[in-house]
């Protein structure tokens, strides 16, 4: 049972803002939004996490709606390196496992 | 920056075989994971390991599958008789303190 919603694919042209939506509409109080991009096979890829606030690091920034049920992870100057899968994941941190679903596929067009 | 590293990178072998393969984890870290991934399809939880026992483990890991941490920086997963099923990208993650966690690069493992 998913709980999250992503689209399955996006479009971004190189050097604009890459914005990914993620609805987590049944997110507990104590889940994290987590984001992690997958390039082609390799391993996946930490970006950004966050509880309620919104956050920012060097690699994107993550935008939390107040009610905490959709979150949108910001790519400020996409690069044709950023095409990958990008998953979003909510978890308590006392849980063991990531649960990856199908992602959004994100290509970078020049 | 530092990374967890994954051997081999690739690995045939043959249906019934058993094959171990390798990680070290992020120096410090204290929680272990092993996830696999089939072709084309999503990345799945296995198990994980804290304080040198299994804390949680997934459908999947069921007896042929086994986790050990055997000196204090490797962590193994080995699996006794492959199956053709096996086939898959097998990632080791590890984590601090079971927040964030950080993947290695993968091991393709062929069942032939």
């Known amino acids: 049972d998913a709980k999250t919603t992503q689209p399955p694919s996006m479009d971004c042209a190189e050097g604009r803002a890459a914005n990914l939506p993620c609805n987590h509409s049944t997110i507990s109080g104590n889940e994290y939004v987590y984001w992690y991009r997958q390039i082609h096979s390799q391993g996946p890829q930490y970006i950004i996490h966050g509880l309620k606030n919104n956050e920012t690091n060097e690699m994107a920034s993550l935008i939390i709606t107040e009610d905490r049920k959709s979150s949108t992870l910001i790519l400020p100057h996409a690069t044709l390196r950023d095409t990958a899968v990008y998953y979003c994941?909510?978890?308590?941190?006392?849980?063991?496992?990531?649960?990856f679903g199908a992602g959004t596929r994100l290509t970078v067009k020049p | 920056e530092p990374e967890v590293t994954q051997t081999p990178s690739h690995q045939v072998t043959q249906m019934g075989q058993e094959v171990i393969l390798r990680c070290v984890p992020i120096?410090?870290?204290?929680?272990f994971y092993w996830y696999r991934q089939i072709l084309g399809q999503k990345v799945e939880f296995l198990v994980s390991?804290?304080?040198?026992?299994?804390?949680?483990k997934s459908e999947i890991f069921d007896d042929q599958f086994s986790v050990e941490r055997p000196d204090g920086s490797n962590f193994t997963l080995k699996i006794r008789s492959t199956k053709l099923e096996d086939s898959a990208m097998y990632f080791c993650a590890s984590s601090p303190g079971g927040e964030t966690q950080y993947f290695g690069p993968g091991t393709r493992l062929l069942v032939l």
């Open positions: 994941i909510v978890r308590a941190t006392n849980n063991n496992d990531m649960r």
């Open positions: 120096s410090n870290h204290l929680y």
């Open positions: 390991f804290y304080n040198n026992e299994i804390s949680e």
